[in-house]
T-cell receptor, first 111, second 114 residues
Framework: QQQVKQSPQSLIVQKGGISIINCAYENTAFDYFPWYQQFPGKGPALLIAIRPDVSEKKEGRFTISFNKSAKQFSLHIMDSQPGDSATYFCAATQAGTALIFGKGTTLSVSS | GAVVSQHPSRVICKSGTSVKIECRSLDFQATTMFWYRQFPKQSLMLMATSNEGSKATYEQGVEKDKFLINHASLTLSTLTVTSAHPEDSSFYIC??????????FGPGTRLTVT
């Protein structure tokens, strides 16, 4: 049973465009939703995270939108750059427990 | 941001030997650390949860006698792959929990068993 579903599997965006990755979760006990960025051969890096009492969080070019009633959240990357090309993972968790990851989205930003 | 290191970054060993991987939180104390395994182009698969001073909790299907985890201090957890075989070749990544929610990952260890 996959508790966090992520889409799309891959995404190609032109430089300067907006990248959008979506995730849906099933367990309503989850109360922390981070996004991680991973480059090949490296460990995931925490990008941005949100708690369910907030509908949106923005940090620089990265924004999380959160819809508690729909049990969905998404990552928006504004003004996408070639350096953003990486694999992005959404995740969900409760305090003190392991992350439940989505399957990942491979983003390619073409110049 | 918080920093987690792993050592070694790459290791090649012969089948039947054991390999130890260290995971350290460099600028914070972590009561809880996690060990993941990642196959090429796949997501991270949780292997075990490591709590300082207590036995690790293993996920279903992970052999605890093969993957020995020790969390002897608030900044160090180790994963020992015992009697390694080629099918154990993978990318092993640890994470350390800062506070209640934020998890920071190490750079990973590429294990190749020949």
């Amino acid at each position: 049973q996959q508790q966090v579903k992520q889409s799309p599997q891959s995404l190609i965006v032109q430089k300067g465009g907006i990248s959008i990755i979506n995730c849906a979760y099933e367990n309503t006990a989850f109360d922390y939703f981070p996004w991680y960025q991973q480059f090949p051969g490296k460990g995931p890096a925490l990008l941005i995270a949100i708690r369910p009492d907030v509908s949106e969080k923005k940090e620089g070019r990265f924004t999380i939108s959160f819809n508690k009633s729909a049990k969905q959240f998404s990552l928006h990357i504004m003004d996408s750059q070639p350096g953003d090309s990486a694999t992005y993972f959404c995740a969900a968790t409760q305090a003190g427990t392991a992350l439940i990851f989505g399957k990942g989205t491979t983003l390619s930003v073409s110049s | 941001g918080a920093v987690v290191s792993q050592h070694p970054s790459r290791v090649i060993c012969k089948s039947g030997t054991s390999v130890k991987i260290e995971c350290r939180s460099l600028d914070f104390q972590a009561t809880t650390m996690f060990w993941y395994r990642q196959f090429p182009k796949q997501s991270l698969m949780l292997m075990a949860t490591s709590n300082e001073g207590s036995k690790a909790t293993y996920e279903q299907g992970v052999e605890k006698d093969k993957f020995l985890i020790n969390h002897a201090s608030l900044t160090l957890s180790t994963l020992t792959v015992t009697s390694a075989h080629p099918e154990d070749s993978s990318f092993y990544i640890c994470s350390a929990l800062q506070g209640a929610y934020e998890q920071y990952f190490g750079p990973g260890t590429r294990l190749t068993v020949t």
